[in-house]
């Protein structure tokens, strides 16, 4: 079982930053690829980032390339997603999300999932 906590969401002007944490309880955290995903209102749940069980590899979407960066501290059992460049069509809430396969791109892959913490961009 696994129990994961986010935090750092907030309201932040355009072009600016944000660091989100999600604190995962459970010794097997290492064992798991993390992502995160976000659902903006009326929208479904969409993919954001991943990162692999060592944190040796990463993957994004499209739409965060060059502005979001996914890492790992496995000694804290804790995941960060630094956004830089936030734009207004970021507005969203954001979801930890922890799962077996190696990487987690798809919903079908999430095993746990965070409350989510908001982030709101302002134009």
């Known amino acids: 079982q696994v129990q994961l906590v986010e935090s750092g969401g907030g309201l932040v002007q355009a072009g600016g930053s944000l660091r989100l944490s999600c604190a995962a309880s459970?010794?097997?955290?290492?064992?798991?690829?993390m992502g995160w995903f976000r659902q903006a209102p009326g929208k479904e749940r969409e993919f954001v980032a991943t990162?692999?069980?060592?944190?040796?590899?990463?993957g994004y979407a499209d739409f965060v390339k060059g502005r979001f960066t996914i890492s790992r501290d496995n000694a804290k059992n804790t995941v960060y997603l630094a956004m830089d460049s936030l734009k207004p069509e970021d507005t969203a809430v954001y979801y930890c999300?922890?799962?077996?396969?190696?990487?987690?791109?798809?919903?079908?892959?999430?095993?746990?999932w965070g409350k989510g913490t908001l982030v709101t961009v302002s134009s």
């Open positions: 999300a922890a799962g077996r396969t190696i990487m987690i791109t798809t919903l079908g892959a999430v095993e746990y």
């Open positions: 990162i692999t069980w060592g944190g040796g590899s990463t």
């Open positions: 459970g010794r097997t955290f290492s064992s798991y690829g």
